[in-house]
């Protein structure tokens, strides 16, 4: 299992940034999926999260209505789009599956919001 972030870097306030995660040596559609970050001196959070099937997402209420999580189960991928972003976004940023209580991570890529 492989999981490959890309995308991040340094933005404005106000501004948007696309993550992706690019997975391999598994097919991603049986796994749930999500994105987590860590800013400095802090605890991991979960940011969004989508689910197998339906596809039900979960969002951080921090997050609710400038963020989008969205799979790409052909392209093997997990994308997620920020808009509006402000300071306090800053953070690492890990790519994030499940499946049956088994969990795996990538690396993280930075996000840095700053004028």
């Known amino acids: 299992v492989q999981l490959v972030e890309s995308g991040g870097g340094l933005v404005q306030p106000g501004g948007s940034l696309r993550l992706s995660c690019a997975a391999s040596g598994f097919n991603l559609d049986f796994y749930g999926i999500g994105w987590f970050r860590q800013a400095p001196g802090k605890e991991r959070e979960a940011v969004a999260c989508?689910?197998?099937?339906?596809?039900?997402?979960y969002y951080a209420d921090s997050v609710k209505g400038r963020f989008t999580i969205s799979r790409d189960n052909a392209k093997q991928t997990v994308s997620l789009q920020m808009n509006s972003l402000k300071p306090e976004d800053t953070a690492v940023y890990y790519c994030?599956?499940?499946?049956?209580?088994?969990?795996?991570w990538g690396k993280g890529t930075l996000v840095t919001v700053s004028s």
């Open positions: 989508i689910g197998t099937g339906n596809g039900e997402t």
């Open positions: 994030w599956v499940t499946r049956y209580g088994i969990n795996y």
